[in-house]
């Protein structure tokens, strides 16, 4: 009788075994992977900066604080996890609102004066990774989830989405025919597309729509306000081999409240991100090299990042179905793409013609990007089984989302003649942990669901899924 069953291909550990060549193409798969997602990150925080940055949050600066924030986590992670830091799609949020600020020091700034402070927030974001590292290292990691279960993690990243749909429309509705190609390709590829179609499926928007895009150029279309489909001139005039613009960060008490409340979210979708890892190589991770330490190196590569006006740094769950995808485990490939990025940084032609992308495509893609944020917030509420029956329960997420959607301008006082501005999220933040630490009933453990806890990824992650369930037959 014929045999059906098909066996699960044998994992690689040691992809030397391979050869170097092979090795080489499969670091190529893994820099393509995070490839669109990490490269959106300085585009989409450009234009809510006005356009007006040449310097710090770049594309070339991003991608060698990508590569070199990867490398740095595998070095504090004992080089055991084959993890890739790409540009974290978290703190898009408070981008946008430093951006916009216009009280104290902010008043009178140009949107490129305040990026440095932006990041400046981020270098004491990464550093919360440090004291969460320290306090799990010493107290255990189900003590400590006990103060962010997915009541106060999930309407947290929920915000994070809503707060940025706003501008997703405003892109989009620069042209509308370009902007729903990107998103109809995002889509088509993310559900029916097979093997590493299905796991890069923004960069693939991203390269069809601005092929639709130039095709319209050429033709003599513009936009519907009379400006052209694309400009060139930046490209034209850029060299192909140059040092990435860095830019020192600076540091303001009220940039800081803005993007530090942020660690919360990310910190839980660290703590997600490790567990899909686990789950897709088969390898406790949590364990060996332990939490404490990716968090570490999570927390510094991000913190060195935004050091030089780079964006905060994340773990990558496009990496995580690439894994699944070639069922090679061995980190030595997940380096290797990060040497591929540090190497393309110093291109300044390929930085530009990635920064030529129009607006509407930045608008398509954004457009189904912070929706899905969102949408991954909800499904952590509904995997971990949050019940909603529960008063308690129902108490913090209701305060959480009206605190975050109901002070749109924030809170502004003053300490000491310094004028400080309180976030919405912040404020949301607080609220959510302060109530669920001294309303009764806590009863979330960690661990108790496995798949709401890896579902914290604020990223397009439905192959995470879809491979934790295969590691559970």
Known sequence: MKNNSVSKPRAIRDARSLGKPKMMILGLQHMFAMFGATILVPILVNSYFGGELTRGLTVQVTLFCAGMGTLFFHVCSKFKVPAFLGSSFAFLGGFATVA???????????????????????????????????????????????????????????????????SAVTNASTNWPIALVALAVIIIFNIWGKGMFKIIPILLGIFISYGVAFILFKMGFTNPDGSAILNFTQVSSSAWVGIPPFEWCKFDTTAILVMAPIAIATMMEHIGDISAISATVGQNFLEDPGLHRTL???????????????????????????????????????????????????????????????????????????????????????????????????????????????????????????????????????????????????????GAHPKGDASRGVYMDSHIKESDETSDK
């Open 296 to 446: 570490i190196g999570d927390g510094l590569a991000t913190s060195l990042s935004a050091l030089i006006g780079g964006p905060a740094n994340t773990t990558y769950g496009e990496n995580t179905g690439v894994l699944e995808l070639s069922h090679v485990y061995d980190p030595r490939i997940i380096r290797l793409a990060a040497v591929y990025a540090i190497i393309l940084s110093f291109v300044p032609k390929f930085a530009m013609i990635i920064s030529s992308l129009p607006a509407s495509i930045i608008g398509g893609v954004s457009f189904i990007l912070y929706g899905m944020i969102s949408a991954i917030g909800m499904r952590n509420v509904v995997e971990n089984q949050v019940d909603f029956t529960n008063s308690r329960n129902l108490i913090i997420a209701a305060v959480i989302l009206v605190s975050g959607l109901g002070f749109a301008d924030g809170i502004t006082f003053s300490i000491g003649g310094a004028t400080i501005t309180l976030t919405a999220l912040a404020i949301a933040s607080i609220a959510g942990i302060f109530l669920n630490a001294v309303l009764p009933g806590n009863d979330y453990e960690f």
């Open 100 to 166: 916009n600020l216009k009280s104290g020091i902010f008043a009178n700034m140009s949107y490129a004066e305040k990026l440095p402070y932006a990041c400046g927030g981020i270098v004491v974001a990464g550093a919360l990774y440090l004291v969460l590292a320290l306090v799990i290292r010493f107290v255990g990691i189900k003590k400590v989830m006990r103060f962010l279960p997915p009541v106060v993690t999930g309407p947290i990243i929920i915000l994070i989405g809503l707060s940025l749909a706003g």
